[in-house]
């Protein structure tokens, strides 16, 4: 087996526009809390995660479009790894954020 194998295209080209949209739901999902905070008059950290969330989906967008636009061999394995691990964390941060605004919300 290679030590870095080769860039599955087909990885980044699904990470790209999903990750893209995903910054989106997180915008949305702040400008939500946002009002509901006002509204209510408390405070909630969710939307400081969520922040944290856009930013991780911004990092695997753009590891995957640089990963797709080609370079050394090294350099598109780092750039989809990056991406692989940056959309999985932030997918697991965006679970846990709608968990807990579940909950903290429904009190």
Same mark, same amino acid.
């Given at each position: ?21 995903? &910054? ?6 702040? !400008? ?6 006002? &509204? ?30 080609? !370079? ?23 679970? !846990? &954020? ?10």
């Amino acid at each position: 087996m290679p030590r870095n194998p080769k860039l599955d295209e087909r990885t980044c080209r699904m990470i790209c526009p999903i990750a893209a949209a995903m &910054v989106g739901v997180c915008l949305t999902a702040i !400008g939500i809390i946002q009002i509901k905070l006002a &509204v209510q008059g408390s405070q909630t950290f969710a939307d400081d995660l969520l922040s944290l969330d856009a930013v991780l989906f911004l990092v695997a967008t753009l590891s995957a479009y640089f990963a797709l636009r080609g !370079g050394s061999e090294r350099r598109l394995f780092v750039l989809e790894h990056i991406a692989d691990v940056s959309f999985i964390t932030a997918m697991t941060l965006m679970a !846990g &954020v709608c968990i807990f605004i579940t909950y903290a919300f429904s009190v």
